[in-house]
């Protein structure tokens, strides 16, 4: 559900109960869009989010994000007013969505000082305001400059540093509080959507919320009677009021077996739903899973289209060097002028732009074609000189075809470890390989990458490991043992998959199974019949200056499966 007034008091509520006088002991802005602020408490430690992307919110969370070496401006600028710092006090102006975070902390005179952090949760709007004692703007995630020429409240709106905090501008909207502006609102109803119409005077509502609040309750002839209006409000009031009380049941509801959307109270919406004993963690279980299919889908189409915009280059370099290599096919042509006229010189003696010479090699006469500025010697040297520049075009040619194929084909592999890729640690590998082989560049000094775990499978206590990728698959032959057997679809991009002998003698079912799970990870895992080589890793070689994941091997047998 959006992230509504609603929601943000019930994770006020407890947030109250879990951080205040919470000692703040550190910020981090994993990126552009998240801030995380971690809390010691009476009962452990506690880490808040703000999260100001597509799906805005605010709420504690466990995940664990990967932090930039060099923190952001403005993260560098809440640990400056923030070390050390304790929350006094959690506020919500009256069905906002806005947050303020009160803390108490010493200046650098060592006076105790009050400092805020405001959270507005509203949507592409959503921001973090740094505020001090005085209501002055120190700073901002996004710093915000009126736009005069527009009637939007929100675009004429200041947010600057040095500049006095102000509550945004909002539509005159009604709050539930209002009853009877409420009930004078469903009088001037003349149809259509009632959850639409409501949520046109209700301030705080988000449109889930009011669907279904309403969806039970029928309206005809577009007339309200009296009866009906309060119920519609009670419906409203009563719903806000177990809010405001915490008295709410959070679950959360799946979609295709995925989490999908969190509400602070069951509803009938007949979807799967899981229950949570706090909103904080519905939030959490929910979003986590979202942002991370959604990260997914966004990184795995960046490195998809990567990989084809390479590719593309380099079937066009190809294709430039095949035309190459047809036009430097005259080049024997260009040589044999060049001998039949230095064969001929006693009758070429004339300057002229063509000569009928014979041809000793198919016993026929050939027309040369003949620089009329040149004598018959220079004719002669200008055709060698062309068949020598041929010759060399044609083996440049050559080289070119031979290694925008190797590259493509190299690219093919990452392309299918790509397919299989299952999860962000998956892509992040990807994404190493990539900066690796220098196909994106790298554009800020990275940690020690680590590595994820192979995919693993027993089978009959045999331990058998498949590489997602081509750093895994260099890794698996460099650190298995020379007895290990290895396996690979035969002219087929796949996963190099290695069962862990222990110098055992391999049963036919554990290689049979070994095998078809190699295919199964490889580009003809819809094919009804894999060939599959198998060898010993000691048969298994990595050429010198060779791509990740290019191996050569010997003493291969082959399964079909």
Known sequence: MPFDSFTLTAVKNELKKTLIDARLEKIYMP??????????????????????????????????????????????????????????????????????????????????????????????????????????????????????????????????????YAYPQTPDKITIDDRERFLDRLDQFDGGALDNYIMGFLKGIAPSTAYWLVKDINVFD?????????IVYNQFFEYAQKIKNNQISPVVTYKDGAPDDYYLMPMDLGLKMKSFDSINRAIDYCMSHKTN???????????FQTLKSLKTKAEKKRFIAENKLRESAKADQYKLYGELILSNLHLLKNKTDKAQLFNYYDNAYVTVPLDIQLNAQANAQKYFKRYNKEKRSAEIARIQIEEQNEFCDYLDTILESLRQCQDLADLKEIGLELRQSSLIKDTAKKPKAVLSKYREYNIDGFLVRVGKNNLQNDRLA?????????????????????????????????????????AYYSKAHMSQNVPVDYTLIKYVKKPPKSPLGKVTYSHQKTLFV
């Open 31 to 164: 990126s552009s869009s998240l801030l995380l602020f971690n809390f010691h408490t009476k009962t452990g430690r506690q880490k808040l989010l703000i999260a100001l992307d597509n799906y805005a919110r605010l709420h504690l969370t466990d995940q664990s994000f990967e932090n930039p070496l060099n923190a952001p401006a403005f993260c560098m600028h809440l640990r400056k007013y923030l070390g050390g710092a304790r929350l006094k006090s959690i506020t919500q102006p009256p069905y906002e969505r806005i947050l303020e975070f009160n803390f108490s902390v010493l200046n650098e005179l060592r006076d105790t000082v009050n400092f805020k952090v405001i959270a507005e949760i509203m949507g592409k709007y959503s921001n973090v305001i740094a505020v001090n004692d005085k209501g002055i703007i120190t700073d901002c995630v996004k710093h915000i400059h009126p736009d005069l020429k527009t009637d939007n409240l929100e675009h004429k709106r200041i947010l600057l540093p040095n500049v006095v």
């Open 222 to 230: 577009n007339e309200f009677d009296q009866k009906t209006k309060e």
């Open 293 to 303: 299919i959604s990260a997914f889908k966004v990184k795995y189409n960046e490195f």
């Open 478 to 518: 460099r650190q298995s043992k020379p007895e290990d057997v290895w396996l690979h679809a035969k002219d087929i991009h796949s996963s190099h998959t290695v069962i862990v002998s222990d110098k055992q003698d391999i049963p036919d079912k554990v290689l049979i199974c070994a095998a078809e799970i190699t």
